[in-house]
């Protein structure tokens, strides 16, 4: 069973600047929660029992969203609002950790999964989920649940989720391919509509074991862009022999790195009156 999950969330968010100069990007609301709280839901719902957010160097706001506020709970019982408790508890059974990213230095998506990767056993896999995203399902499931199941029954220790998107956005997005048993090959970059080898975007939602966790360590930057690139992490376990299992993620994706991705989740929210 996989219990730990690595959530980065140390982003300046310089696409929703202004807002994001006060608010940290993962704690944006949508709905009543935070976009992070979304992902933590889905984890914890997969039994997940320790959290590690991989925060910026000026972080506040997730710590403080996740820990008691005595204040708050004492005005809530003064004012007859005991109903709202269970809406501000701490999780429970599930510890909460905090690493923190340098500001200075490299910059990329490998760059907080190396730092996490002290954290994981030797033969232990982790989930790794982006902070800015998150999957909406109605029918109370957890993507996390299911690709840890699949990455189970197939007898491995690694997989990713790929979100199945309409022909108009393939030339826009990475797009996922797979052989014939449905284990990753490469993420082709806005390919054509016409030599797209799947519908399906990558989530950034992974099962990875420690191997690629150190992989994601060691690595120098991508020459071609100069960045931390965690894909390149991934493709040098695939080179060196490994195979990562690749599934369909379900329920509506919800990407909250940008304004249009962030109104159109709150938009999509506000039809849900359990969000």
């Not at 979100?163 to 996922?176: K, S, Y």
């Not at 990558?202 to 420690?210: E, P, R």
């Not at 894909?231 to 599934?247: K, M, P, R």
């Amino acid at each position: 069973m996989i219990t730990k999950a690595i959530i980065p969330v140390a982003g300046w968010g310089t696409r929703m600047l202004p807002i994001t100069k006060s608010i940290e990007k993962c704690m944006l609301p949508v709905g009543t929660r935070p976009v992070i709280d979304y992902i933590v839901q889905d984890v914890v719902r997969a039994g997940v029992k320790d959290i590690y957010f991989v925060v910026g160097e000026q972080s506040t706001q997730v710590q403080s969203y996740y820990r008691s506020n005595i204040q708050l709970n004492d005005y809530l019982c003064r004012a007859g609002k005991q109903d709202k408790l269970p809406l501000v508890a701490p999780l429970r059974d599930v510890r909460i950790h905090f690493l923190t990213q340098p500001g200075t230095g490299g910059y990329g998506t490998s760059i907080p999964v190396g730092l996490a990767s002290e954290f994981i056993e030797q033969g232990e896999s982790a989930f790794v989920i982006m902070g800015d995203q998150f999957f909406w399902r109605d029918d109370g499931g957890s993507n996390a649940a299911d690709l840890a199941e699949l990455v189970e029954s197939r007898g491995l220790s690694a997989g990713l989720l790929g979100n199945p998107v309409e022909e108009e956005f393939i030339p826009q997005t990475g797009i996922i391919e797979t052989d014939n048993q449905g284990n990753f090959v490469r993420i082709i970059e806005k390919p054509k509509l016409e030599e797209a080898p799947s519908n399906l975007s990558n989530s950034s939602f992974y099962v990875l074991n420690k191997e690629i966790f150190e992989l994601a360590r060691i690595l120098p930057a991508n020459p071609k862009r100069g960045e931390f690139e965690l894909t390149d992490a991934i493709n040098a376990y695939i080179d060196g022999g490994g195979v990562i299992v690749v599934g369909e993620a379900k329920g509506e994706y919800m990407e909250c790195g940008s304004p249009s991705g962030w109104l159109k989740a709150n938009n999509a929210m506000a039809k849900n009156a359990t969000c």
